[in-house]
Structures are given as C-alpha cells and as structure tokens.
C-alpha cells in the first residue's frame, strides 16, 4: 500500500473542508482585535493577505490554513527520526489532523498555529541543519511572537541537562529579551483552575490521547530517554500546570507545545504494541480503535457545528457561538440599506471587517419583546434561532 499517496489525498480532503469551513464561520472578536488593534506580527500576516485577496473571509484565514499545511510537512518529516515504518508515520499525520485542537488551530486566527509551525521548524532544523541556524531562527522568534518565551525556558532546561554553555546563555538572552518586549503575565489574586486546564487539555486532544502523552513523558523521563522534543512538551506542560494553581493560562499556546509530542507518543505506542504477541495486543487494539472514535466524532462535531444549536435551549452556551452571527447579521443590514451603526463593543468591530462602519445613525440593540417586530432582525441556522437583534434610527434632531 503506497501511504504517501494516501496520505497526500488526506491532507487534500483536510484542506478542503477547511476551506469550506470559511463560509461557514464569522470573525470572531479576538480575531477583530488582533486584525485591528494592537500590532503583532500575526496582524502583518493576516493584513498582507487581505491586501492581495480583498477584505474577506477567505482572505482572513488562509494564512492559518497555509501554516498548517506546512506544520503537517514539517511533522512527517520530523518523524523520520522516531518512526521507521510509512505505515507509522500515516497514522501518526492522521491523529494530528484530527485532534480538534488543530483542526481549531488551521482555521481560527490566533497564535496558536504560528507556534505549532514554529516549534516544528525549529525541531526540523535544529536536527537537520548547522547549528548556526537555529540560533538564528530563535533570535527572530523573540521578536515576532510572545508566545515564543516557553521555548526559550524549555531550551534552557535542555541545555543544561546537555552541557550546551553556548546554547543556554543564547536562551537565557532571548528569554530576556522576550519579556522584556512582551513581559511575563502572573496575575490576579491566586486561584486554582489546574481542573479547568486538564479539562480544556482532554477537549484539545481528547481524554484518551490526553492521558497517553503524559504517560509517555513520564516513561521517557523514568528511562532517561529525553530528548529535544520531550524538554518542549514536558517543561511547557509542567509550566501550565503550575501556573493553573494561581492563574487561567492561554491553554491553546501550551497545547501548541504539547502537540509537537506526537511522534514520542506514537513511537512508544507502537513499541509497546510489537514487542508483544498477538494475543495480547488486544487492550492496545481497544485503546487505538477508541481514540480514533473519539477524534472522529470531535471533528464531526467541529466541522458541523451549527447544525448542534438545537441541542441547546441558550444558543450562546455552543462552544462555536462566538464565532457566529456577525457575517450573517452584517448581510441582514445591508439588506435594509444600513452600512453603519451603533452596536456593543465587541460586536461594532466584528461588523466592521465586514464594511459595517460605526455610527450614530442607526442603533443595534439586544431584543426586547416590547419592540415593533418590523425592527427585528433574526439569524437562524437549521431552523434554530440564534440571535435576535433590534435596529432602530436614532434621531438627532
């Protein structure tokens, strides 16, 4: 069985639904504001594509989408070192493309997929390239991304368990220089959402692989088999659980961390799973049928995600509603000839990128069952109504 082609088609059907998930999903107000507030190297990202593409939402999210096509290259190609057989190595790419964290992190604007792709193109030439390169590369990563500063508290670990003097002042000089650009968030009084973050890990991953990368890390730690990739995964993992006893953390930046574990994962799988007889390769059989059960069913649940409004009796209790409405309510103005208004906050800079400019023409308020129904403006997805809003003219005279 020839993988490679097999493999090439998947990423091609992946791609495709991604792309189709684009007229599907609004821009969210996170996404809003790393477009059109603070600068970040992300913004000049996703700003150069909407130069070239125009102001929508293809444009928007193509440049996540490219990232992570080249996070599934670059993956493949790390593991070359870990997983001998092509069959592995398919297995390993499928899991990757449907962990729910990164089917999220291909397609919504955030950080999360600048780091996946920039750890494992670190990893990539760290390994196969002259150091003087890597060195390099970490020196523009602590300029373009904060999120980049627990590779640097993780390189400064494993340079130290390894004796490299050089490489750990590089990344103890980095790590200085990224916070002092991007400073170190410890806020807030401290309380322990360490439940919450294991809880957002299992949905990231899926309980079942979830539990599995940690007891890889914890093996590989017991038979001093760590390298690289294991001082990436277990330091940043560490890290967020001690921060989840004082603070909420940006669960999605760490997971970005702990995904690069994925060929230690499937490589002590598959060694666990070959070195017994056949009859007894049944609970590994069990454990592997399930969590592709559970990966395929969580992204059935992503990529079809409007269609479980009906689930719910409060439509924004869905995981996906902050990722709603704004295009489709955006549509409904400009039917009524509206290209301005005056909405709440978050949802004013969400109808922006779609050319509903703020002003104090028209009013768009929450619904309220004393207004006139002509003024209603409702958006349903699968016969369930998820917003309802009020618009009316304000008058200046």
Same mark, same amino acid.
């Given at each position: 069985?020839? %993988? ?44 150069? =594509? ?54 999220? =992190? ?88 360490? &439940?919450?973050?294991?809880?957002? %890990? ?16 914890? +093996?590989?730690?017991?038979?001093? *088999? ?18 989840? !006893? ?14 690069? =574990? ?35 069913? *969580? ?11 009906? &689930? !719910?009796?409060n439509p924004k209790k869905h995981f996906a509603y902050n990722m709603h409405i ?10 009524? *000839?509206?290209?301005?208004?005056? =909405? ?5 800079? +969400? ?36 917003? +309802? ?9």
């Open positions: 069985m020839n %993988y490679r082609y097999i493999l090439t088609l998947i990423i091609g059907i992946d791609v495709f639904i991604l792309l189709l998930q684009t007229s599907i999903l609004s821009i969210s107000y996170q996404e809003a504001s790393i477009l059109y507030k603070n600068y970040s190297f992300l913004q000049q990202i996703i700003k150069t =594509s909407i130069y070239f593409f125009g102001q929508n939402d293809f444009a928007l999210r193509i440049p996540m989408i490219i990232l992570h096509i080249l996070s599934v290259i670059l993956l493949y190609l790390i593991s070359f070192r870990y997983l001998s057989k092509e069959s592995d190595r398919f297995w390993m790419v499928l899991i990757f493309l449907l962990s729910p964290g990164i089917i999220s =992190s291909a397609i919504i604007v955030n950080s999360a997929g600048i780091i996946i792709f920039g750890l494992l193109l670190f990893i990539y030439i760290y390994e196969k390239i002259p150091n003087k390169y890597s060195y390099i590369l970490l020196a523009l990563y602590s300029f373009l991304e904060s999120g980049f500063v627990y590779l640097f508290i993780c390189l400064i670990f494993y340079s130290y368990f390894k004796k490299e003097k050089k490489f750990l002042l590089w990344n103890f000089l980095l790590f200085s220089i990224s916070i002092y650009i991007y400073g170190f968030s410890l806020h807030g009084i401290p309380k322990s959402h360490l &439940l919450d973050s294991l809880g957002l %890990y299992s949905a990231i991953f899926t309980p079942i692989i979830f539990v599995y990368m940690f007891y890889t890390l914890y +093996r590989r730690f017991l038979t001093k *088999n760590t390298d690289l990739i294991w001082f990436i995964s277990t330091i940043t993992l560490i890290l967020s659980l001690v921060l989840s !006893f004082r603070q909420k953390v940006e669960i999605e930046i760490f997971a970005a961390y702990l995904i690069v =574990s994925l060929p230690l994962v499937v490589q002590t799988f598959i060694s666990s799973y070959r070195v017994r007889l056949k009859i007894f390769r049944k609970k590994y059989n069990f454990i592997f049928i399930v969590s592709l059960i559970f990966l395929f069913v *969580n992204s059935l649940f992503i990529l079809f995600n409007k269609e479980l409004y009906v &689930l !719910f009796d704004a295009k489709e309510l955006a549509n409904k103005l400009k039917d009524k *000839n509206i290209n301005c208004i005056n =909405s709440y906050k978050k949802m004013s800079l +969400r109808l922006k990128y779609y050319g509903i400019e703020e002003c104090s023409i028209y009013k768009l308020e929450k619904y309220t069952k004393n207004k006139e129904l002509e003024n209603i403006v409702t958006i349903s997805y699968s016969n369930e109504i998820v917003y +309802r809003g009020i618009v009316t003219k304000i008058n200046n005279k």
